[in-house]
C-alpha cells in the first residue's frame, strides 16, 4: 500500500514563498508519475501541478505558471511543490497525488493515491 505524506504547508502573506514536500513509502515511487491537487473552501479540487516519472516531464495549471515549481528525488521518494510570489487565492488545502501506471495527468481520476493534504493560508 502506497503511502504519500505531505509537509511543509503554512500561513503566509502575499508575495512570499512556501515549499510544499511529499514523502512516499509502500511502492516503487521512481516508476510513478507524481502530481498536486488543492481544493479551496466551497471550491472542487483543481489540478496544480505533474511531473512524470523521471522529472523530465513537468506541467502546470494556467493560473501557478511562472511561480510554482514541481521536481522530485526519486532516491528520496520525494516529490516537491515549490511556490513563489504566492497570493490569496492560493489558499486551499493542497494534496500530494501518485500514479502507480505512470500516466500522471491533469485528472483527478488518473491517481490512485492521495496524501491527507497539508493546509496552504496566504494572507493579504
Known amino acids: 500500500q502506497v503511502q504519500l505524506v505531505e509537509s511543509g504547508g503554512g500561513l503566509v502573506q502575499a508575495g512570499g514563498s512556501l515549499r510544499l514536500s511529499c514523502a512516499a513509502s509502500?511502492?516503487?515511487?521512481?516508476?510513478?508519475?507524481m502530481g498536486w491537487f488543492r481544493q479551496a473552501p466551497g471550491k472542487e479540487r483543481e489540478f496544480v501541478a505533474g511531473i512524470g516519472w523521471s522529472g523530465g516531464t513537468v506541467y502546470y495549471t494556467d493560473s501557478v505558471k511562472g511561480r510554482f515549481s514541481v521536481s522530485r528525488n526519486n532516491a528520496k521518494n520525494t516529490v516537491y511543490l515549490q511556490m513563489n510570489s504566492l497570493k490569496p487565492e492560493d489558499t486551499a488545502v493542497y494534496y500530494c497525488?501518485?500514479?502507480?501506471?505512470?500516466?500522471?495527468?491533469?485528472?483527478?481520476?488518473?491517481?490512485?493515491?492521495w496524501g491527507q493534504g497539508t493546509q496552504v493560508t496566504v494572507s493579504s
Open positions: 509502500g511502492g516503487t515511487f521512481s516508476t510513478y508519475a
Open positions: 497525488v501518485a500514479d502507480a501506471h505512470g500516466v500522471g495527468g491533469a485528472r483527478i481520476r488518473n491517481y490512485d493515491y
